[in-house]
Structures are given as C-alpha cells and as structure tokens.
C-alpha cells in the first residue's frame, strides 16, 4: 500500500501548540464566518495546508485552511457555521482577545512548484486554501495559466470576491469563473463548478485542485479524467 503522505507525519511527535489569540469575527457570507488570529510566532507552511484550531477550554478543536500567505502570524480562515456544530456556537460569542491554541501546518493538498497549467476547483469554504495559493502566486508574480472554477448554492453564499477579483489583475494569467446552483446572475454559470470542467478545453498536462464538500470534489475527480486528464493529476480535499 502507498499513500501520499510524508511519513515524518506519521512518525513524529506532535509538536507543542501554538498560543494565538481572535483578533476578528466577522460574518462575511451566509452561513459563513471570517477568523482571523494573531499567533505567538509566525508560521511557515504550504499554501493549501491547514491547522487545527482549538478554543481555550474547549474538549474540541477543529481543522481549518490558512487563507493567508505563509510566513506571517496573522493566520485567517473561513468557517462554515453549522448548526449545533460545537465550533460554531463558539465563534457566536467568540470575541477579539479570545485565546486559542494552533497546531502545527499540516496536509498534502498544498500548492505544488511546477511548470504546468493549474485548475483549482473549489465549493463553499474551498476557496480559502485558493486564496493563499492565489496570494502566494501573486507575490511571485507567477505566469502560470490558472482557472479558479468558484461553487455556491447561491450568490449570498459567495465570499472573497472582491480579493479574488484583485487577485485576477495581479495575475493576468488566471481566469476566474462562477456557478451558483440558484439565482445565478448574469455571468454566472447557473449549475455546479464541476459542470464547467469538461467545457474548459483543458491541456492534458493540467493539474487539478480539488477542495470543498466530498459530492463535489468526487464529482470534480470524474469530470477532470472525462476530460482526459490523468487521476494521478488530482489533488483532493474534501470538507465535511
């Protein structure tokens, strides 16, 4: 059996967590949170990677994205809320001064460094790892052919738009598109953002980023090997 995994990951203790503190809550979506947290030190890690987060106190902790460039302390995420999700009824009271503890980066699905076109493919809170691989490519002024596909339920449940749109005149090689499964908007793909894959004419050396709930990433796999792409350029993470 293979698996994609370091097996440092695997095989090394846990490394100490990380005193950070909230520093903003704010709903930016519907049913869908902005967190930002000032860490005790900057954290290096791979756009794409995650942390768990864990309120002070708390029984629990939760996995989430950075969206932010690596290498800073100021850490940002978005958070689905969920009802009676234990991490969500935290973030309705938390408040700016709140401490929490960090993890350490960790995951696979980061950005790889490679002379290839990308397609990342993203549903709800799946832009937030976009976002800092986005981020990262523009501050490395990167000319790398990129489609964003971008999925909501509806255009209240888009966020970021404003920064992805910035991102786009940073980046003039990226092309950003949108699908919303109600209410789409002139310009809007009305459907999923898998639906627009096998439309895209993409060049069988793509690699394809996957990110969001686990029916649209397993619906996004089909479409990028309909395409003629090969599994093994897949990339995946789902979020439950």
Excluded at 47 to 71: D, E, K, L, T, W
Aim: proline share 8%; glycine share 8%; net charge negative.
């Amino acid at each position: 059996i293979e698996l994609p995994y370091d097996s440092s990951e695997a095989l090394s203790e846990e490394p100490a967590p990380i005193a950070a503190e909230v520093t903003a809550v704010e709903q930016v979506a519907a049913d869908i949170v902005r967190l930002e947290v000032q860490a005790a030190q900057a954290l290096v890690f791979e756009p794409g990677q995650y942390v768990r987060i864990q309120p002070a106190g708390a029984s629990f902790h939760r996995s989430y994205p950075m969206a932010n460039v690596p290498g800073t302390d100021r850490l940002e995420f978005f958070v689905r809320l969920v009802g009676g999700g234990a991490f969500s009824d935290w973030l309705a009271t938390a408040r700016p001064g709140d401490a929490v503890t960090l993890s350490t980066p960790h995951g696979t699905f980061f950005l790889r460094d490679e002379d290839r076109p990308r397609l990342f493919v993203a549903g709800g809170t799946g832009v937030a790892p976009f976002l800092s691989m986005l981020r990262s490519l523009a501050a490395s002024a990167s000319a790398q052919p990129t489609t964003l596909l971008v999925g909501a339920r509806t255009p209240g449940h888009l966020f970021a738009m404003d920064e992805l749109q910035r991102l786009g005149r940073q980046l003039p090689a990226l092309d950003l598109q949108i699908a919303v499964e109600e209410q789409a908007a002139p310009g809007c793909h009305a459907g999923y953002a898998t639906d627009l894959i096998t439309k895209l004419g993409l060049d069988p050396a793509t690699r394809v980023y996957l990110c969001g709930p686990p029916p649209m990433v397993e619906a996004g796999r089909r479409a990028a090997e309909a395409a003629g792409l090969k599994r093994a350029d897949v990339l995946c993470e789902r979020f439950t």
